[in-house]
């Protein structure tokens, strides 16, 4: 089974909308890639609707999809979060919050009701958002000696290789991004050579 070296996300903010019985429920999708940044965005999203009851979210991390949380936050169990991280789930969405901001409109709307109604302005949202397919790449520091100049340069011309950061002093180094699909043969190549080394980043 080959590597996965995409993964499908809501380019930007994006917000739906869902009524029922006089409470508001507002769908908030964001861009995000980890449990710290989601924090600091459900706090923004507090003071940005600060007289609403309830903020439920969901969130699904990395390539796998396998850093995920949903929060019912003070409404019934799974009443609000699983369905929200249910949407996520079913456009297979990943790098995600979701958040759900309930104002409470004096009626009860029971489980079944709050199940319905989170679960639609997470749909909303996601539907007013435009998804994209995002690559992944592994981010490396190359670095060499001023001979091997002339061969790292031909390797990053040759696979397409943006330098995004480069110091060329006593020794060089190169900041880069490689492609999944080539970059087992990207560091082979570069390996050949006496000098090169490869320092990992991240893969992101």
Same mark, same amino acid.
């Given at each position: 089974m080959s590597e996965k070296s995409t993964y499908l996300?809501?380019?930007?903010?994006? =917000?739906?909308?869902?009524? /029922? +019985?006089?409470?508001?429920?507002?769908? *908030?999708?964001l861009p995000c890639s980890t449990s710290e940044d989601a924090k600091e965005l459900i706090e923004l999203?507090?003071?940005e609707h600060h007289q609403a009851r309830h903020f439920c979210y969901a969130y699904r991390f990395g390539l796998e999809a396998d850093e995920y949380r949903a929060n019912?936050?003070? =409404?019934p169990s799974n009443s609000a979060g699983a369905p929200i991280l249910?949407?996520?789930?079913?456009f297979d969405l990943t790098n995600?919050? @979701? #958040? #759900?901001?309930?104002y409470y409109g004096g009626t009860k709307l029971g489980v079944g009701g709050l199940i319905n109604a989170y679960r639609t302005a997470a749909k909303e949202a996601i539907e007013a958002g435009k998804i994209v397919e995002r690559e992944v790449f592994d &981010?490396? &520091? *190359?670095?060499?000696?001023?001979?091997d100049m002339p061969n790292v340069m031909n390797t990053l011309k040759k696979f397409n290789l /943006? @330098? *995004? =950061?480069?110091?060329? =002093?006593?020794?060089?180094?190169i900041k880069t991004n490689l492609s999944l699909t080539?970059? #087992? /043969?990207? +560091?082979? /190549?570069?390996n050949v050579f006496d000098s090169v080394k490869i320092k990992e980043i991240g893969r992101y």
């Open positions: 996300t809501i380019r930007n903010r994006s =917000e739906g909308l869902y009524k /029922e +019985k006089g409470s508001k429920f507002i769908g *908030i999708a999203i507090r003071k019912d936050d003070g =409404e249910g949407q996520l789930l079913s995600l919050l @979701m #958040v #759900v901001v309930r &981010w490396v &520091w *190359i670095t060499f000696e001023y001979p /943006e @330098m *995004i =950061e480069h110091e060329f =002093e006593v020794s060089c180094r080539f970059a #087992v /043969e990207i +560091k082979a /190549e570069l």
